[in-house]
């Protein structure tokens, strides 16, 4: 079954390259809204489920004999799915059944089975006198204590917009009070009380600050901007700043603590800040209708739905037992090719090296993944894990990963600090296939997924690894791999009267992991892919820049190896180019040099010769000269031969 295409395509002639080979990029790609079912949905459970899977993958209609992956879904699209079956039909699907049963037939079959029963809904909460930190807000807490009060940004999350055309500033800034109004974690503090840290909801607003700045003064304002921290008990974790370089041309700088907001927070903003701009020009209201659910409803909804690690039946116990398992005799350390030391404690400093693969080797990839019943993270997972095992990190290799963590209908639109982090562990002993090697990575990921409501901050507290200031706990490289075009539209603003260009902060100047892989899928305007792009982020106190440019290189080689045989053995995997092969095995090993055809004692005699003085010995205080070694030795061998040997 997994050998069936999943579109075919009826050609006139293949194209060609001038070299007369088949010319892949310029192949046709399947028109997949065309290759739903004909079949409609039976029952009302299979409606609603069709309505569900076509809003998810962006399509008109879907079949209910359709696959939600051979259409384009992912497992980013797969958890947001299964949290809108829960939202409509109060049941419970996990991601593995998804993947087992990924059309809408036999997830209605599930559904209707009643497998599972749905948790505890999120609704509004009683607030209490003091509300308590989500576990993510924890750590982010507790890392901006050891920051000095906020001195530090290393968990500041900024995005910015060149606006050209005159912006009217007052409905700027009450489009950004319409903003704290709406997102109650926008205007909170974390006071600390008898040792314990709690949010505090206040009624303020964001008082924008405006500058006139000069072009050529301009990058230095913006990394200014965006490298001052929080002091989170006291500050509001965000702020704005508008720097005008002329009366039709301005940089909107939004930067936001990470206990305030994740990345898809920056979504929200973005689109909500559109809308409250668009009223406040208008002269009117933002208009919008309120949230159903605010962040410390969902705070308190968490501690309540993952119950207490003293309860054996609660939820973050059976999900505790699950990582214990997991994680058992993971390496406290990954041995990576560094180029310096680990320091007792890290400066977080970073650099950036580009990572890129072609349309053709990102189609082939694509294929590999359908073929095999995996997502293209799977795909990619897989050959890094393949990477640094060839350049010495060992056949387990734990890595880092974020999820979205908002697996609740509820908080799509929320701003809130939802993300969570998994470690995916890789076993890549006995020398497997890709494909092996694929299989034993879907297995893993899909536990993972299923057992993600265990907080990252929880589980370390829990597994208590070495802890040390200079390297992450339980992992040191992180990997992500974002799913083109859904995410797109997050960053597309439409303010009236302007003319909006997104800036992308460079992620060069934090580095919090080692190692950092950020690769994202391009298509082309038919849908098609178009290419992996990204980069890999490291730590300057470990690793030197050709370093970082040779592991992307050989990232970008091993893709392109498993695209063309997915079949082939770990251990045939080459990570070195050709000159590289010859460096290392012939040149390296390059050490011939004659010798004279004397014995052991003739050189040493001739080297006492030379320099009799010279230290030779060294034994705690002991320090003996050439000469004085030969002396003892002469002794040694005369009172031997005395003695008959």
């Not at 696959?67 to 947001?80: K, Q, W």
């Not at 992500?480 to 997050?490: E, I, K, M, R, T």
């Not at 997104?502 to 950092?516: C, G, H, K, M, V």
Request: one cysteine or more.
């Amino acid at each position: 079954g997994h050998m069936v295409p999943a579109a075919v395509i009826p050609l006139d002639a293949f194209p060609v390259t001038e070299n007369g080979k088949l010319d892949r990029s310029a192949l046709p790609a399947p028109d997949f809204a065309s290759l739903t079912s004909g079949r409609g949905p039976e029952t009302t459970v299979e409606e609603v489920l069709c309505g569900l899977f076509a809003d998810s993958l962006g399509l008109e209609r879907v079949g209910a004999e359709d696959s939600f992956f051979e259409l384009g879904g992912d497992s980013l699209l797969a958890m947001r799915l299964i949290a809108r079956v829960r939202s409509a039909l109060a049941a419970e699907i996990s991601i593995r059944e998804l993947f087992e049963a990924p059309t809408v037939a036999g997830l209605a079959r599930l559904v209707d089975q009643g497998r599972g029963v749905a948790r505890i809904p999120l609704t509004p909460r009683e607030r209490p006198e003091r509300v308590p930190l989500s576990y993510a807000q924890q750590r982010m807490w507790f890392l901006n204590r050891l920051e000095d009060a906020g001195a530090g940004a290393a968990y500041n999350v900024s995005m910015g917009m060149r606006l050209s055309g005159e912006v009217d500033v007052a409905a700027l800034e009450a489009a950004l009070g319409d903003l704290a109004d709406r997102h109650e974690t926008l205007r909170t503090v974390f006071p600390e009380t008898e040792g314990e840290p709690h949010q505090l909801i206040t009624a303020d607003r964001p008082v924008l600050r405006v500058d006139m700045v000069a072009a050529t003064d301009l990058e230095g304002v913006v990394a200014e901007e965006t490298g001052r921290g929080f002091d989170l008990a006291t500050d509001v974790p965000w702020r704005a700043r508008l720097l005008v370089l002329s009366p039709v041309e301005s940089v909107l700088v939004l930067v936001a603590h990470h206990i305030a907001v994740d990345g898809v927070s920056m979504g929200v903003l973005a689109r909500d800040l559109g809308t409250g701009y668009t009223a406040r020009v208008r002269g009117e209201a933002s208009g919008w209708e309120p949230l159903p659910v605010q962040y410390a409803d969902y705070a308190l909804w968490q501690r309540e739905v993952l119950g207490d690690l003293g309860d054996p039946d609660s939820r973050l116990t059976g999900q505790l037992d699950h990582w214990r398992h997991a994680l058992a005799d993971l390496p406290e350390e990954l041995s990576l090719p560094m180029d310096h030391p680990r320091p007792s404690e890290s400066s977080f400093r970073g650099g950036v090296v580009p990572v890129r693969t072609d349309a053709e080797v990102h189609a082939l990839l694509s294929e590999v993944a359908r073929r095999h019943g995996v997502t293209m993270f799977m795909v990619v997972q897989a050959a890094l894990a393949v990477l640094l095992s060839k350049v010495g990190a060992g056949t387990d290799i734990p890595l880092g990963t974020a999820v979205a963590g908002r697996n609740d209908a509820e908080v799509e639109r929320m701003v809130g600090f939802f993300v969570n982090t998994l470690v995916l562990r890789t076993d890549v002993s006995g020398d497997p296939s890709f494909v092996e090697l694929l299989g034993r990575v879907r297995e893993t990921d899909l536990a993972a997924y299923a057992h993600q409501d265990v907080p990252f901050e929880r589980l370390v507290e829990d597994l208590n690894p070495a802890r040390s200031l200079s390297r992450h706990p339980l992992f040191q490289v992180m990997f992500s791999l974002q799913s083109a075009p859904q995410d797109q539209g997050d960053w597309d603003w439409d303010l009236p009267g302007l003319q909006v260009h997104p800036i992308r902060p460079e992620e060069t100047a934090t580095a919090r992991f080692d190692l950092s892989v950020e690769l994202s899928e391009l298509r082309d305007e038919q849908g098609a892919p178009a290419g992996l792009q990204g980069g890999i982020q490291y730590a300057t106190d470990l690793f030197d820049p050709d370093t970082a440019e040779a592991l992307a290189v050989r990232l970008t080689r091993v893709l392109e190896q498993v695209a063309a045989d997915p079949d082939v053995r770990v251990g045939a995997i080459d990570v070195l180019s050709a000159d590289e092969r010859h460096r290392v095995v012939a040149e390296w090993n390059d050490t011939a040099r004659p010798v004279p055809e004397q014995s052991l004692v003739a050189l040493f005699e001739a080297q006492v010769v030379r320099s009799p003085d010279a230290v030779a010995v060294v034994a705690g205080e002991t320090r003996l000269t050439y000469a004085e070694v030969n002396a003892r030795a002469n002794g040694l061998a005369h009172h031997l031969r005395g003695q008959g040997v």
